[in-house]
């Protein structure tokens, strides 16, 4: 039996995590588009063009560590994402759609968020510096995207949402 390293465990969680940021790329304009918020569908929009560069940075990483980019199913966000659509089409026209969809972008960041802590920890680990800097820039944009969708919510989409019954 073939014994599994770090560097295997790395690999394997790069591909999942490109593949989670790929089907990001595909869900944030569904997203804007269903917003209702103009300030929330422009976080959308901001963060889409964000996600390309994150997709980038990714191919970066993998020729760094002399690998192809190539993604794998990674299940975490399709359920993350099919919850997302979910909210849209349950909450579409209601006061709470916005709210809906912030938590949903949310869960999408918190799972980034780990992903990139993870990975930038484990490059580190294994001695790839280039790699390391890039997960850390991609980790910082990600904490940031997720404050913003915390101060969109705090600054008036949530009481909207209460206040309107």
Known sequence: MLTKTLDNLFHET?????????KILKA????????????????FEK????????????????????????????DAIEGIIA???????????????????????QAVEHYEMARYGTLARWAEE???????ALLLQTLEEEIATDAALTKLAETGVNSKAQNAA
């Open 126 to 132: 294994l001695g790839i510096k280039d790699a390391t």
């Open 28 to 43: 944030l304009p569904k997203m804007a588009r269903g917003a209702e918020s103009p300030e929330l569908k422009a976080a």
């Open 83 to 105: 919850e997302g659509e979910e909210v849209l089409e349950d909450f579409k026209g209601q006061p709470a759609l916005d709210a809906g969809l912030i938590s949903s972008a």
């Open 14 to 22: 790069l591909k999942d995590v490109y593949y989670a940021e790929r």
């Open 47 to 74: 963060h889409r063009d964000e996600t390309e560069v994150h997709v980038e940075r990714l191919q970066q990483i993998f020729a760094i560590f002399g690998k192809r980019a190539q993604g794998k199913t990674c």
